[in-house]
């Protein structure tokens, strides 16, 4: 099992900056991709950035340019580094956890992210 933990939310204004971390414990061991996710209210959970096992990295148009997906291996954190924030980010942020084995993975509890105009 994997345990996956994100923090780093908040109410920010747009043109701001803010750091989501995901730290992930258990059977680490196992996980092939952490991916950062975002719903809003009233629409569907859509991916927002990837990281591989191997540090391959994938972003939704809408972020490209503006959010960093990036590792800490030693400390099993993922970090998603979100810049030039726009009103359209505000959503619930969750983490998953692509795993062996595991056709759903594990998700994480989520963190708010509020952005003001």
């Known amino acids: 099992q994997v345990q996956l933990v994100e923090s780093g939310g908040g109410l920010v204004q747009a043109g701001g900056s803010l750091r989501l971390s995901c730290a992930a414990s258990?059977?680490?061991?196992?996980?092939?991709?952490i991916g950062w996710y975002r719903q809003a209210p009233g629409k569907k959970r859509e991916l927002v950035a990837g990281?591989?096992?191997?540090?391959?990295?994938n972003y939704a148009d809408s972020v490209k340019g503006r959010f960093t997906i990036s590792r800490d291996n030693a400390k099993n954190i993922v970090y998603l580094q979100m810049n030039r924030l726009k009103p359209d980010d505000t959503a619930v942020y969750y983490c998953n956890a692509e795993v062996v084995n595991n056709p759903y993975g594990y998700w994480g509890q989520g963190t708010q992210v509020t952005v003001s105009s």
């Open positions: 258990g059977s680490t061991f196992t996980i092939n991709a």
């Open positions: 990281i591989s096992s191997v540090g391959s990295t």
